[in-house]
């Protein structure tokens, strides 16, 4: 595996040609970069979502492209604060083109789930995210090893087809459980 990190990393959003797709399967993220934000959800106080532009810069170039980001968070129901967080801020990646779908932890059996996440392009490269112990991300560890693209095709399959569209999910009982 090569690890991909900085514009490496980011060069693999203006890059792949179809379709770009990401499984997060943790509850909770501790990134220094999300942590002023976060405190701000938690205090209730205003997020201007500047920290957010480049993200969603790198979105809007490749959906207006014609190219598929998706992204499907695994989540424990009753959700924590970072989930709830998450709930706010997935309205701006969809705002700039990416879909998200949710699905509450206790609908999928564990062994048919990864345990890492992972971004999957154009169903050939699958890149793990790499965080240090503090939280803070590393970059991602790149591989185009047949078994295991395969491997994250059929868990993404699985879930996509599992999971609930943003919209949707906020109206069920996971939400307002």
Request: with cysteine; aromatic share 14%; glycine share 6%.
């Amino acid at each position: 595996m090569e690890l991909l990190q900085g514009d490496a990393f980011d060069a693999l959003f203006r890059d792949f040609e179809r379709d770009a797709f990401h499984l997060e399967v943790k509850d909770t993220y501790r990134t220094p970069d999300e942590s002023g934000p976060f405190r701000l959800f938690l205090t209730g106080q205003h997020d201007d979502f500047a920290w957010f532009q480049p993200w969603l810069d790198l979105v809007r170039g490749a959906t207006k492209a014609g190219r598929n980001v998706r992204r499907a968070r695994v989540v424990t129901v009753p959700h924590g604060d970072y989930t709830r967080w998450g709930l706010t801020v997935a309205e701006h990646n969809i705002a700039a083109g990416e879909s998200v779908r949710w699905l509450p932890r206790h609908l999928i059996n564990p062994d048919e789930l990864s345990a890492d996440d992972y971004w999957l392009f154009d169903d050939e490269l699958v890149v793990f995210t790499v965080f240090e112990p503090d939280g803070r991300f590393v970059g991602g560890a790149a591989t185009t090893d047949p078994v295991i693209v395969n491997y994250c095709i059929a868990v993404r399959d699985r879930v996509w087809q599992a999971a609930i569209p943003h919209h949707r999910y906020l109206e069920t009982e996971y939400v307002t459980a």
